[in-house]
């Protein structure tokens, strides 16, 4: 089922729109998996390729909204709702919890396919983007506990002297330790090494002195 480089999740009571789903995505060569139910589809294996979940509002057994908050506190692939029920504060509820499009039945399918589309390049983003996150972590994690204490102060702006006085250390070592922490984290510049912390999310503060 998982043979290609994606797979487009279907979740709908309706065979009929199952079915017939699967024909038109499998036909525009996109890899489907359909599901009946929202516990179906929460307990099925999933590959870990680029997805995403094209989900009906109503459900028999949850709806589609709390479907998606259950899915909340993990990385989820993005969701395009779909229902035959929908309303104005529907479509505005389900686009501010993230959804990438909201398209009542019978909708066109030139305009399923290009949600989806959206949605798996939004997938394929989020998951590089993970991954340099992870890069950049286990970058961190080699650094020693001094090259932690030397990274935030660099990143402020304090010259290698303030810097040795914070720690209570000599300049030539904090020099050192400067050194190491840069070489680790491949940071070519200062501003390169900036650039990490902001996405390692390490606190910075300002100082008026550049180093």
Request: with cysteine; charged share 25%; glycine share 6%.
């Amino acid at each position: 089922m998982y043979e290609k480089d994606h797979t487009v999740f279907v979740v709908d009571d309706d065979k009929r729109v199952r079915d017939g789903l699967t024909e038109y995505l499998e036909a525009s060569r996109i890899n489907v998996a359909t599901f009946a139910t929202g516990r179906e589809y929460l307990d099925a294996p999933k590959p870990d390729t680029p997805s995403c979940l094209v989900l009906d509002v109503r459900l028999p057994d949850v709806d589609g909204f709390e479907l998606q908050a259950q899915m909340s506190d993990n990385p989820r692939p993005p969701i395009i709702f779909i229902t035959g029920h929908g309303d104005i504060p529907m479509t505005v509820r389900a686009m501010k919890l993230g959804a990438v499009d909201f398209l009542s039945k019978p909708f066109q399918e030139h305009e399923l396919l290009a949600a989806i589309e959206t949605a798996l390049q939004r997938d394929r983003t989020s998951r590089q983007e993970r991954a340099a996150l992870l890069e950049l972590q286990a970058k961190l994690d080699c650094l020693s506990a001094r090259e932690r204490d030397v990274l935030p102060l660099v990143v402020s702006g304090l010259m290698n002297k303030q810097g040795a006085a914070k720690l209570g250390i000599s300049e030539i070592t904090f020099q050192i330790h400067r050194g190491n922490m840069m070489r680790k984290m491949h940071a070519d510049s200062l501003a390169d090494l900036v650039r990490i912390a902001g996405k390692l999310n390490i606190p910075i503060t300002h100082s008026r002195h550049g180093n």
